[in-house]
């Protein structure tokens, strides 16, 4: 295993500017997740995959975000007119089949908006 | 709603010093727990997953054990070293996703 794979590792943008981020899964995983972590907090869920079907989005995630995972194997996630709220970092994990199993996680992508 | 509590917030001991990290969950139909450990700036680390029936898991000097019934994991670090020193997060699997907590920031001074 290569193990997942994330870019840009950390991105700086200007508020009201979009910005995508891509992760590579490991490959074999069918199951990619999005999370978000702040500083001095515990990751917390944005939204899952199971191969290119995206099956659960939460409460975090607003209409400025949006994930893809085309063809069930990378995944981009995309947040348009960014907001200085939206500064975090922004980590893949990616699984195989069911929940047994164990959720690998990325370096992470670092976004800052200014 | 499930929650996960870790306590202490930070720890920090000496060198060589067996210790104990807590986690603690509202709700005890988890899938099963997973430990990660997060270096400053960096992605997490899988430690240990400990399935739902399963009470305890070790690797090297970690391990880990689960007490469903009363919403109970404990982290136990031998012999540790300066290169521990990071921060600790637990996580329970619930309905697919993973639901941590705000983790332990250890500290082993040499």
């Known amino acids: 295993d290569t193990g997942v794979s994330q870019n840009p590792r950390h991105k700086i943008t200007k508020r009201g500017q979009n910005v995508t981020f891509r992760c590579d899964p490991i490959?074999?995983?069918?199951?990619l997740y999005w999370y978000r972590q702040t500083l001095g907090q515990g990751p917390e869920f944005l939204t899952y995959f199971q191969n290119e079907a995206q099956l659960e989005k939460s409460r975090l995630l607003s209409d400025r975000f949006s994930a893809e995972r085309p063809k069930g194997s990378f995944s981009t996630l995309e947040i348009q007119r960014t907001e200085q709220g939206d500064s975090a970092m922004y980590l893949c994990?990616?699984?195989?089949?069911?929940?047994?199993?164990?959720?690998?996680f990325g370096e992470g992508s670092w976004l800052t908006v200014v | 709603k499930q929650e996960v509590t870790q306590i202490p917030a930070a720890l920090s001991v000496p060198e060589g010093e067996n210790l104990v990290l807590n986690c603690s969950f509202t709700?005890?139909?988890?899938?099963?727990l997973q430990w990660f450990r997060q270096d400053p700036g960096k992605g997490l680390t899988s430690l240990l997953l400990i399935q739902s029936s399963q009470r305890e898991q070790t690797s090297g000097r970690l391990n880990a054990s689960l007490d469903k019934s009363s919403g109970r994991s404990t982290l136990y670090i031998a012999a540790s070293q300066p290169g521990d020193s990071a921060t600790y997060l637990c996580?329970?699997?619930?309905?697919?996703?993973?639901?941590f907590g705000q983790g332990t920031r250890l500290t082993i001074n040499p």
């Open positions: 709700d005890s139909a988890i899938y099963n």
């Open positions: 994990a990616s699984s195989r089949g069911n929940s047994g199993n164990t959720i690998y």
């Open positions: 490959s074999e995983h069918n199951r």
């Open positions: 996580a329970v699997v619930r309905a697919q996703k993973l639901v």
